[in-house]
């Protein structure tokens, strides 16, 4: 309408307003000037109506019409590399892939002894414990790797070191690998639920070893078994004699079983293991069985045997575990015999039992016979302040037997971890051990008791 009224308004200011024109037309002209100016007028207003009913021009057209023709976007192709993150990178291409690891963890403690008791490790120590860097992967058609070296007590160790295939229910594993000794010792030592693992596992040498494995997993069963030289740091040939190089040519076989029902919303575990080694030229040295007083910044082996003459070892042990919903509690007993040619066989013994609770709510991982981490559901930063789980541990070891006199240790360990995010966490524990027949003496006393203060920050990734 604004078109009709502007054309209409224009015509009649050009037949009044002009002086000339009023004097030449009279007035049956001017009547019909009026009559021309409103049809020209109705013309106009049909015109906008038409207009105003016609589609669009082509360049107005939605957006939609003028992409309809585009061809539809190519899917992504499976050899593209896609990257991801799990606490660290994620690399993939097909069936392969390639995640970056990493670990460190820095350890402080006080070590409190009885004020006769003069040895050095008393007191505060600290350290950083593990300096970790590797990766693992997939390299397709089920095979896969893993590839870890450690910075511990100023060396670079091998640490998980090995080649793997997997194929349905069979996995096989050739490299530096863990020799399925016990279910604290196969734990994570980020995934914990105390600093230090059983007193039994470091006083019998329990570690990572050469050796070809294979495991077998189907439902509730996992079946594991192995023939393993020495670790890795013992076979280097950067010294003579029968504790490294090629004079090192000891082996064993090692075994474990685990059933692993779940009953309801509770998760079961129940193991057995069994582990037999020879010596072989590693006889020719005499052997110990040792441990810390909890602290591992605190060097000193507050139990210790004398040096044994010994061909081999025989030993095996016993698993109970569970888990439901934030409560767990697992217990261990092992038994290792050391044979000595032509005298009787000394059989050290250790334990532990324990209970956990998450009180945060969320539960302990449990998968493949082992028990995980604790993943916080409200992490810091996301709405929540992360997990905290508390656990209780009572810690047995004796190395006393026959003729051998080594000490008795009964420890109660309590410990809180905080997990404020995923990958990351803090440690506090208390430990109180008691000793009996103590390498180290007191005063000339070899009954006493020790308080450890212990706490620990750690990255894994």
Same mark, same amino acid.
């Given at each position: 309408?604004?078109?009709?009224?502007?054309?209409?308004?224009?015509?009649?200011?050009?037949?009044?307003?002009?002086?000339?024109?009023?004097?030449?037309?009279?007035?049956?002209?001017?009547?019909?000037?009026?009559?021309?100016?409103?049809?020209?007028?109705?013309?106009?207003?049909?015109?906008?109506?038409?207009?105003?009913?016609?589609?669009?021009?082509?360049?107005?057209?939605?957006?939609?019409?003028?992409?309809?023709?585009?061809?539809?976007?190519?899917?992504?192709?499976?050899?593209?590399?896609?990257?991801?993150?799990?606490?660290?990178?994620?690399?993939?291409?097909?069936?392969?892939?390639?995640?970056?690891?990493?670990?460190?963890?820095?350890?402080?403690?006080?070590?409190? +002894?009885?004020? #006769? /008791?003069?040895? $050095? !490790?008393?007191?505060?120590?600290?350290?950083?414990?593990?300096? =970790? @860097? %590797?990766?693992?992967?997939?390299?397709?058609?089920?095979?896969?790797?893993?590839?870890?070296?450690?910075?511990?007590?100023?060396?670079?160790?091998?640490?998980?070191?090995?080649?793997?295939?997997?194929?349905?229910?069979?996995?096989?594993?050739?490299?530096?690998?863990?020799?399925?000794?016990?279910?604290?010792?196969?734990?994570?030592? +980020?995934?914990? #639920? /105390?600093?230090? $693992? !059983?007193?039994?596992?470091?006083?019998?040498?329990?570690?990572? =070893? @050469? %050796?070809?494995?294979?495991?077998?997993?189907?439902?509730?069963?996992?079946?594991?078994?192995?023939?393993?030289?020495?670790?890795?740091?013992?076979?280097?040939?950067?010294?003579?004699?029968?504790?490294?190089?090629?004079?090192?040519?000891?082996?064993?076989?090692?075994?474990?079983?685990?059933?692993?029902?779940?009953?309801?919303?509770?998760?079961?575990?129940?193991?057995?293991?069994?582990?037999?080694?020879?010596?072989?030229?590693?006889?020719?040295?005499?052997?110990?069985?040792?441990?810390?007083?909890?602290?591992?910044?605190?060097?000193?082996?507050?139990?210790?045997?004398?040096?044994?003459?010994?061909?081999?070892?025989?030993?095996?042990?016993?698993?109970?575990?569970?888990?439901?919903?934030?409560?767990?509690?697992?217990?261990?007993?092992?038994?290792?015999?050391?044979?000595?040619?032509?005298?009787?066989?000394?059989?050290?013994?250790?334990?532990?039992?324990?209970?956990?609770?998450?009180?945060?709510?969320?539960?302990?991982?449990?998968?493949?016979?082992?028990?995980?981490?604790?993943?916080?559901?409200?992490?810091?930063?996301?709405?929540?302040?992360?997990?905290?789980?508390?656990?209780?541990?009572?810690?047995?070891?004796?190395?006393?037997?026959?003729?051998?006199?080594?000490?008795?240790?009964?420890?109660?360990?309590?410990?809180?971890?905080?997990?404020?995010?995923?990958?990351?966490?803090?440690?506090?524990?208390?430990?109180?051990?008691?000793?009996?027949?103590?390498?180290?003496?007191?005063?000339?006393?070899?009954?006493?008791?020790?308080?450890?203060?212990?706490?620990?920050?750690?990255?894994?990734?």
């Amino acid at each position: 309408m604004y078109l009709t009224s502007r054309l209409a308004g224009g015509l009649a200011m050009c037949a009044i307003s002009s002086p000339v024109a009023a004097q030449a037309i009279n007035e049956s002209e001017a009547a019909e000037l009026r009559a021309q100016i409103a049809a020209l007028k109705a013309q106009v207003e049909r015109l906008e109506a038409r207009l105003g009913s016609a589609p669009p021009p082509l360049a107005q057209a939605p957006a939609a019409q003028s992409t309809a023709a585009q061809p539809p976007a190519t899917p992504p192709s499976s050899e593209t590399t896609s990257i991801a993150w799990k606490g660290g990178p994620v690399f993939s291409k097909g069936a392969a892939s390639f995640k970056v690891k990493g670990r460190i963890q820095y350890d402080a403690g006080m070590l409190a +002894t009885p004020h #006769s /008791v003069q040895d $050095r !490790a008393k007191g505060y120590s600290n350290e950083l414990r593990r300096l =970790r @860097l %590797g990766g693992e992967g997939q390299l397709g058609g089920g095979f896969g790797y893993k590839l870890e070296l450690e910075l511990s007590d100023n060396s670079v160790d091998l640490v998980d070191t090995f080649i793997g295939y997997e194929k349905g229910k069979w996995l096989v594993t050739l490299g530096n690998q863990n020799a399925f000794q016990s279910l604290d010792e196969l734990i994570s030592d +980020t995934g914990g #639920s /105390v600093m230090e $693992r !059983a007193a039994f596992t470091d006083a019998f040498g329990f570690e990572r =070893r @050469l %050796g070809l494995s294979a495991q077998y997993r189907s439902g509730l069963l996992l079946a594991q078994a192995g023939i393993f030289s020495d670790s890795a740091d013992s076979l280097t040939n950067d010294a003579d004699g029968p504790d490294g190089g090629d004079e090192n040519n000891s082996y064993g076989v090692d075994g474990r079983i685990v059933l692993a029902p779940k009953l309801g919303k509770t998760q079961l575990h129940f193991g057995l293991s069994g582990h037999w080694r020879d010596f072989q030229r590693l006889s020719e040295t005499p052997q110990r069985y040792r441990q810390r007083a909890y602290l591992h910044s605190a060097n000193s082996r507050f139990l210790s045997t004398p040096r044994i003459a010994a061909d081999g070892e025989t030993h095996y042990g016993a698993e109970f575990a569970g888990v439901r919903g934030p409560l767990w509690w697992a217990g261990e007993a092992h038994w290792l015999r050391v044979s000595r040619p032509g005298l009787a066989d000394p059989t050290f013994f250790g334990g532990y039992g324990e209970v956990g609770y998450v009180l945060t709510g969320e539960s302990r991982g449990y998968r493949n016979g082992i028990f995980g981490i604790v993943k916080p559901a409200r992490p810091v930063g996301s709405g929540g302040w992360g997990a905290l789980q508390a656990t209780l541990r009572y810690d047995y070891l004796s190395l006393n037997d026959r003729d051998i006199v080594g000490g008795t240790q009964n420890a109660i360990i309590a410990a809180l971890v905080w997990t404020p995010v995923e990958y990351l966490r803090f440690n506090v524990n208390y430990a109180r051990l008691d000793y009996s027949d103590a390498a180290i003496l007191a005063g000339g006393r070899k009954d006493y008791g020790v308080d450890v203060i212990a706490w620990r920050a750690e990255l894994d990734f």
